[in-house]
């Protein structure tokens, strides 16, 4: 699942691209993609609009039209948003189509069709996205030791599925919860109500430099975002413990270890993040 670096990087590519176009039409392959209203509402409602810009908020891209409806979207594992000529190759999984003006398109693929999308008029209430109950975003200034141990400090559950609770920060998923945890020298199986202030402190400082910059090391150009069909996050090569378990450690050279936390794989190093 994109999680936010990489929703970032597709709202940096698309935004400017789409700036401005006009809708014409919309083409909706998969009726099940559109969350609310229903797709031929949908497909209605859109034609016509011109669009303002781009926004995010945790893993969700909101593009803002001039009338100030809003369409909200979540990729969830393995949606796409191209922006591509009008004769550009399909994608075999795309779902949506937004054909704008000047020869352009907005696509929407999804392999597994879990991403969904919401339009919302303008001042209608968001009851539906979930947008309303996330946290507070990595890079923001209210993220501190004292909102962490506020909010986390008395839980029994352990600290990783913590950080990735979206109600309680947005945007962080089973890739940056990994290297958050490492980079901070804390388990990741350790229950939250164990850790100290100075760990609380630790976390604080890490989330956003971690999430600033993978941010940073996902920056690709609009030309390679289109040409890898918008599946080269770049992230791998940058990863310190996800996904490498077995390898030695980054840091010590201790093999790292993975276990199963919540349903989810965790990696980590048993001497720098000691149990």
């Known amino acids: 699942?994109?999680?936010?670096?990489?929703?970032?990087?597709?709202?940096?590519?698309?935004?400017p691209q789409i700036q401005g176009l006009i809708i014409e039409k919309v083409i909706v392959k998969r009726p099940e993609v559109i969350a609310n209203p229903a797709a031929e509402e949908f497909c209605r409602l859109l034609t016509g609009q011109t669009i303002s810009h781009m926004t995010r908020r945790g893993k969700f891209?909101?593009?803002?039209?001039?009338?100030?409806?809003?369409?909200?979207?979540?990729?969830?594992?393995?949606?796409?948003?191209?922006?591509?000529?009008?004769?550009y190759p399909?994608?075999?999984?795309?779902?949506?189509?937004?054909?704008?003006n000047k020869g352009k398109e907005l696509r929407f693929s999804d392999t597994r069709r879990f991403g969904r999308f919401w339009l919302l008029k303008e001042g209608e209430a968001d009851t539906y996205s979930g947008i309303e109950k996330l946290g507070i975003e990595p890079l923001d200034r209210e993220l501190t030791?004292?909102?962490?141990?506020?909010?986390?400090g008395k839980r029994k559950k352990n600290v990783k599925e913590c950080l990735l609770d979206q109600s309680i920060i947005a945007g962080i998923g089973n890739i940056y919860s990994d290297e958050i945890l490492f980079t901070a020298g804390i388990y990741p199986a350790c229950p939250a109500?164990?850790?100290?202030?100075?760990?609380?402190?630790?976390?604080?400082?890490t989330i956003p430099e971690c999430i600033s910059y993978f941010i940073e090391v996902n920056k690709i150009t609009p030309e390679d975002y289109l040409e890898t069909k918008g599946q080269d996050y770049r992230n791998t090569p940058f990863l310190q413990v996800y996904g490498r378990d077995g390898k030695p450690c980054p840091k010590c050279?201790?093999?790292?270890?993975?276990?199963?936390?919540g349903g989810r794989s965790s990696v980590y190093c048993p001497v720098c993040q000691k149990d």
């Open 193 to 205: 109500k164990n850790l100290k202030m100075k760990e609380w402190e630790r976390l604080a400082a």
């Open 90 to 100: 399909e994608e075999k999984h795309t779902h949506i189509i937004f054909s704008l």
């Open 145 to 152: 030791a004292g909102y962490l141990n506020a909010h986390l």
């Open 61 to 87: 891209l909101i593009i803002q039209l001039n009338s100030n409806d809003r369409i909200i979207l979540h990729l969830r594992m393995t949606g796409c948003l191209l922006f591509t000529p009008a004769d």
């Open 253 to 261: 050279g201790e093999a790292l270890r993975r276990i199963v936390i």
């Open 1 to 15: 699942m994109p999680e936010l670096p990489e929703v970032e990087t597709i709202k940096r590519v698309i935004e």
